[in-house]
Structures are given as C-alpha cells and as structure tokens.
C-alpha cells in the first residue's frame, strides 16, 4: 500500500465549471505527478511536482493548474472544465527518484456534461 | 513523442505464451512495464535501464534493446490473473518523465 488517496473518486460537473482534485500521500515523498487516461492514449502526464511549490507541466496541460502547498497534497485544477477533459485521472507517486517506480493511486473518474 | 506498443490486444487460452512490443522513434534511457486490471489503477512490473538488460519474475520477463530502441515483455504460460492491459513507459534520459505507450489488452480464457 502506497499511502496515496484521491478525491473525489467519482464526479459529474457541468462544461465551465471549476473542478479540484485532490491526491494526498502519507509517505512525505517529494515526487508526485497527475496522468489522465482516455482509451487508446494510455496514461498522459498533466503536470508534477518535486517538492513544496515546485511544480511543472506535463504534455497535456493546458487547461489545467496544479498547486502543492504541503508535501502531502497534490491539487489538479480545472479552472473551467470542457467536455474534452472528460477522463479518469491518476495521482501517482514515486518514492525513489525521477525515474524510479510510479506508484498510483485508484484514479478519479469525471464526467463533463 | 508516444511509444508504440504492438499487438493493440491479444487472447490466449491459459498456458499459452504472448509477446508484447513497445518501440520508440527516440533512444531510451529506461523502459517502463505496467500492468492494469479493468476499473483499478496501473501496477508497476519491472523497469529495464539502458545497457540491453534483460529482467523478469515468475513467468514474466522483458528485454530492452537499445540499439533498437524496443523493448518487449514475455508472459510464459499465461494464468487467467494476467488479463489486463499492459502499458510500457518510456524515458529519454535520467531526467525525464515517463511516455506512456497506448496500451495493450491482454485477456487469458480457460
């Protein structure tokens, strides 16, 4: 057991509302990342994070901001969803550096209607 | 840039054997090998580093060709537990964040 937590695990929101994710860790690892999943691109990484406000974009992050104020918390940000960011969306962890092991957390399923 | 994985999915009957190809357009530093059951977040493998090595546990193991810039992972006579999707990962250097390829539906029958 990883020690990671997502919420809310599931949600439904309206186009143009915000919407905030939440990944919290209990292990004080530096390294956290966002992914999103859609079917038939695999897992893509939205934005990271190697420690306390040091943050930085993935390869599909326009549209999102993230924020990390405490080594446990990992925030994703929708600042006005789209029905294009309809997906399931992973926090994942990586206790032994950059390029170790990710370690994922069970995913958090939104719906943009 | 995406890694390739090939097959996009494959059906086996228990105790067959399945192959699974993840090439990149970019010479790796490191591949990645995931494994993730529907409704349930991906499970980490083995990861395989720059120098050809090759890896492997119970009846699961993978090589990287790095001149190639390929990797692929073996199932050997596969068990109904290892339906899922397998993802490789790919980095470019030490540094980098993992690419992840499309993904590869595997499904073992009885």
């Known amino acids: 057991d990883a020690g990671i937590t997502q919420s809310p695990r599931h949600k439904v929101t309206e186009t143009g509302t915000p919407v905030t994710l939440r990944c919290h860790q209990t292990?004080?690892?530096?390294?956290m990342y966002w992914y999103r999943q859609d079917p038939g691109h695999g897992l893509r990484l939205i934005h990271y994070?190697?420690?306390?406000?040091?943050?930085d974009k993935g390869e599909v992050s326009d549209g999102y901001s993230v924020s990390r104020s405490k080594t446990e918390d990992f925030l994703l940000t929708l600042e006005s969803a789209t029905s294009s960011q309809t997906s399931v969306y992973f926090c994942?962890?990586?206790?032994?550096?950059?390029?170790?092991?990710?370690?994922f957390g069970e995913g958090s399923r939104l719906t943009v209607l | 840039q995406q890694p390739v994985q090939s097959p996009q999915a494959v059906i086996l009957r228990e105790g067959e054997d399945a192959v699974i190809n993840c090439s990149s357009s970019?010479?790796?530093?490191?591949v990645h090998w995931y494994r993730q059951k529907h409704g349930e977040a991906p499970v980490f493998l083995m990861i395989?580093?720059?120098?050809?090595e090759q890896k492997g546990h119970d009846k699961i193991s993978a090589s990287f060709n790095e001149k190639k810039q390929q990797s692929s992972l073996y199932l050997t006579a596969s068990q109904l537990s290892y339906s899922g999707t397998y993802f490789c990962?790919?980095?470019?250097?030490?540094?980098?964040?993992?690419?992840f390829g499309g993904g590869t539906r595997l499904m073992v029958k009885p």
């Open positions: 994070s190697y420690g306390v406000k040091d943050t």
């Open positions: 970019k010479a790796l530093y490191s």
């Open positions: 292990e004080n690892h530096r390294y």
């Open positions: 395989l580093l720059k120098g050809g």
């Open positions: 990962g790919a980095s470019e250097s030490a540094g980098n964040m993992l690419t």
């Open positions: 994942a962890i990586n206790p032994s550096g950059r390029t170790g092991e990710l370690f």
